[in-house]
Nanobody, 116 residues
């Protein structure tokens, strides 16, 4: 089992920045990929960024150059630094972990609202 707890969401003006954190606990040795997804009202959940245990990253096109995913293995924490936010980034952001057995775990989500 893997437990994920997100933090760092909130209200920010267009052009502003936020950093999301995802603290993982449990069967850490089994995790192969961690990532961030988001879901806006009335829309399907979509991939934002992923990072492997080896440090390889992947981003959706609309956030490339603005968002950065990183991990601190000593703290079992994954971060999502979000810069130059715009209203289209408004969504609930979910942390995700995939294990070597292809099991998928989700956090409870954190709201990000970009509005003036």
């Amino acid at each position: 089992q893997v437990q994920l707890v997100e933090s760092g969401g909130g209200l920010v003006q267009p052009g502003g920045s936020l950093r999301l954190s995802c603290a993982a606990s449990g069967s850490m040795f089994s995790i192969r990929v961690m990532g961030w997804y988001r879901q806006a009202p009335g829309k399907p959940r979509e991939l934002v960024a992923t990072i492997t245990t080896g440090g390889s990253t992947n981003y959706r096109d609309s956030v490339k150059g603005r968002f950065t995913i990183s991990r601190d293995n000593a703290k079992n924490t994954v971060y999502l630094q979000m810069n130059r936010l715009n209203p289209e980034d408004t969504a609930v952001y979910y942390c995700n972990a995939i294990t070597s057995q292809a099991q998928m775990y989700w956090g409870q989500g954190t709201q990000v609202t970009v509005s003036s």
